[in-house]
């Protein structure tokens, strides 16, 4: 069926607004095409095939929306829709997000574009789009209520306006927030400049830094969480799922990121420096940058840096909170540092088969243990590099620098070969006479142990005098960990 103009607009709801007070309100034929995408791995960039030349973004673990002309305007469609995620291999997760992802896909547009994108929800409640960081009519804003009716279940929205300046934004639903966004609905939106030179890099990555409390085993996140998130995630990805972003020597590389995540993320790389060029402000001016190798992304900010991609290696890139660089079970995980757990070890084995103690020496030895876990679940520190476990998960990635690569090369190159005598190493000379270090106080004599679990109170009444408190590590087992 043909849909003409006047039955379009009524039944996208946006009959309220006159026809003729928007000169591109044209008839729509058809409503665009919206691709979806089933793998969770970088796309190809897209390359532009009209109009302005730009060199287009990649998406970690992620992709670019195609479009269609349509005259002078260019259309998108996203459709809300429920999706499943692969969190990184091992764990998927039953999120919403936009055309068969989440986050849903990369909008590239080029200042001056006439835009419109067509919103079709599929979601079993009402949304809509805001458009964070453009400068637009206020009518195409997308808070629910405020500029807009919600976008109900099997209705598409059209939002047109044209793109005033060039940066880096994205777009989330202003309606239902909490829940929204917990469940994983966001996406990117970069608007080249329209002089194809000004700010141009040879690599420019993009991805957002959202969060997810997914109890170990369960699907679903828990959308009502406010700060104890268990996963922490680019593109709603764990390492060791995030693809590492590949460079070649002397490229200029740009790497931009927004955080809709419920806390900040100080974001650092080894091995640069680099300046902060952009914001969902607009481009700093030169006179303002200054030099870092860490950049703080509050909630609700963007970030851009710019650096020359000058030194070989493969180089660690990740947030410096150090639990947001763990997977969910780490957050459950009590301190037993100094503490001799052999014997707490054998009584808990009673009560729960396999019980591990961990951690008497740091944790460490969690990166290489093949722990069994819950189906659905992600270790809490893992992946492997040329020299052993990497002891990592959440919010991690390398960027991996090389020699030789071609443009638009961005296939894993493998691990650096370091240079011979480039490496740290052993010591293998005369040990030196060290004195013994502190050791902390002991416990009071232990006649047995106090065991803290609902499985254990069982054993707590036949345990005697407590001595050490012992917390049995199993999943789902919930402890506070304050605010992060
Ligand atoms: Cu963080």
């Known amino acids: 069926m043909t849909i003409d103009r006047r039955n379009f607009i009524a039944s996208s709801g946006i009959a309220l607004v006159g026809v003729t007070q928007v000169s591109g309100r044209a008839a729509f034929a058809s409503l665009p095409e919206a691709p979806t995408q089933t793998s969770p791995l970088m796309q190809p960039p897209l390359v532009p095939k009209s109009g302005p030349d730009y060199n287009p973004v990649v998406t970690l673990n992620g992709w670019t929306l195609p479009w269609r002309m349509n005259g002078e305007w260019k259309e998108f469609h996203l459709v809300a829709e429920p999706v499943v995620r692969e969190i990184a291999p091992g764990m998927k997760a039953h999120l919403w997000g936009y055309n068969g992802q989440s986050p849903g896909p990369t909008i590239e547009v080029v200042e001056g574009d006439k835009v419109r994108i067509f919103v079709t929800n599929r979601l079993p409640e009402h949304t809509t789009i805001h458009w964070h960081g453009q400068i637009l009519p206020c009518g195409m804003d997308g808070v629910g209520g405020v500029t807009q009716p919600q976008i109900k279940p099997g209705q598409t929205f059209v939002y047109e306006w044209t793109i005033h300046k060039s940066g880096t934004f994205m777009y989330h639903p202003h309606a239902d927030e909490m829940v929204q966004m917990a469940m994983g609905m966001m996406g ?21 830094l959202n969060a997810y409390d997914i109890g170990p085993g369960a699907y679903v996140p828990k959308v009502n969480t406010m700060l104890e998130f268990n996963l922490w995630t680019w593109n709603s990805r764990a390492f060791p799922g995030i693809d590492h972003l590949v460079v070649a020597k002397n490229d200029k590389v740009r790497i931009r990121f927004g955080n809709l995540t419920m806390t900040n993320h100080p974001i650092h790389m080894h091995g640069y420096d680099f300046e902060v060029t952009c914001t969902d402000g607009g481009w700093t001016r030169p006179e303002s940058r200054w030099p870092e190798v860490t950049v703080d992304c509050a909630v609700g900010q963007m970030r851009a840096f710019d650096f020359k991609a000058t030194y070989e290696g493969d180089w660690a890139f990740h947030c410096h909170k150090s639990h947001h660089t763990m997977n969910a079970m780490g957050h459950d995980v009590k301190t037993y540092i100094g503490v001799d757990t052999d014997e707490v070890k054998k009584k808990i084995d009673k009560v729960v088969k396999g019980y591990m103690a961990m951690g008497q020496a740091g944790m460490a030895d969690m990166g290489e243990m093949e722990m069994a876990l819950p189906d659905n679940t992600l270790p809490m520190m893992t992946g492997f590099g040329q020299f052993g476990p990497i002891e990592m998960g959440g919010m991690f990635s390398v ?15 493998g691990w650096y070969k370091h240079p011979e005598g480039t490496v740290a190493f052993e010591y293998k000379g005369p040990k ?8 902390p106080p002991a416990p009071s004599k232990a006649k047995g142990a106090r065991l803290q679990d609902d499985k254990a109170g069982a054993l707590q009444s036949t345990a005697t005098k407590p001595a050490l408190e012992v917390h049995v590590v199993k999943p789902g087992s919930k402890s506070g960990h304050g605010y992060h």
């Open 432 to 439: 030196a006479a060290l004195a013994d270090p502190p050791q």
């Open 399 to 413: 960027v991996k620098v090389r020699e030789g690569l071609a443009a638009g090369d961005y296939k894993d190159p």
């Open 188 to 208: 990117f939106f970069v608007v080249h400049p329209k002089d194809p030179k000004f700010m141009r890099v040879d690599r420019d990555f993009v991805f957002l």
